[in-house]
């Protein structure tokens, strides 16, 4: 949601045990996308539903 700050949903994901790229970090222009970029190392295919689950607990948080 555009209402988000993103350093503010980055700590809430980290306290969820979730770590994500924002876009700046992906823009070849370092511009502040508002987007995140997800990215599977090797995870068990059961926990990506539950970082999909602590990530939504987090943009939760972020706007309430």
Same mark, same amino acid.
């Given at each position: 949601p ?17 770590? +994500? ?12 996308i ?7 190392? +090797? ?22």
């Amino acid at each position: 949601p555009p209402q988000i700050d993103v350093r503010t949903l980055a700590r809430r994901a980290e306290a969820e045990e979730v770590v +994500y790229g924002r876009g700046r970090e992906f823009d070849s222009r370092d511009r502040d996308i508002r987007y995140l970029r997800l990215s599977f190392g +090797y995870p068990k295919l059961g926990d990506i539903p539950i970082g999909i689950e602590r990530l939504s607990h987090a943009i939760y948080a972020a706007v309430s």
